[in-house]
């Protein structure tokens, strides 16, 4: 059974980091494309990140490039997000994702990936 874990949310003032992961188990995903998402409370999920099996990145426009910065340790069956110079607007619950798909292309579609994390809370005070 597949199973990823996202892990490193919590509660941080306005300017601080965090550094979320996200850990599969059940297959390694060393050669699948990986992505963030988050959903802000009342809010359609919406694409954050993500890196594809060699290692080339994707980020939302805008909103989060510069500040973000996505990962990977294949090793460890392991993507990261770290987050740096938070905004309270960076307020919601980030969901880690994978697609099944061999070397598959990054993308920023929620219908891309396969499997989904239970996600993790991240909550930005002003």
């Known amino acids: 059974q597949v199973q990823l874990v996202e892990s490193g949310g919590g509660l941080v003032q306005a300017g601080g980091s965090l550094r979320l992961s996200c850990t599969a188990s059940?297959?390694?995903?060393?050669?699948?494309?990986m992505a963030w998402f988050r959903q802000a409370s009342g809010k359609e999920r919406e694409f954050v990140a993500a890196?594809?099996?060699?290692?080339?990145?994707?980020y939302s426009t805008d909103s989060v490039k510069g500040r973000f910065t996505i990962s990977r340790d294949n090793a460890k069956n392991t993507v990261y997000l770290q987050m740096n110079s938070l905004k309270p607007e960076d307020t919601a619950v980030y969901y880690c994702a994978a697609t099944r798909f061999y070397r598959g292309s990054a993308s920023a579609k929620t219908f891309a990936y396969d499997y989904w994390g239970q996600g993790t809370q991240v909550t930005v005070s002003s």
């Open positions: 890196i594809n099996w060699s290692g080339s990145s994707l």
């Open positions: 059940g297959r390694t995903f060393s050669s699948n494309a």
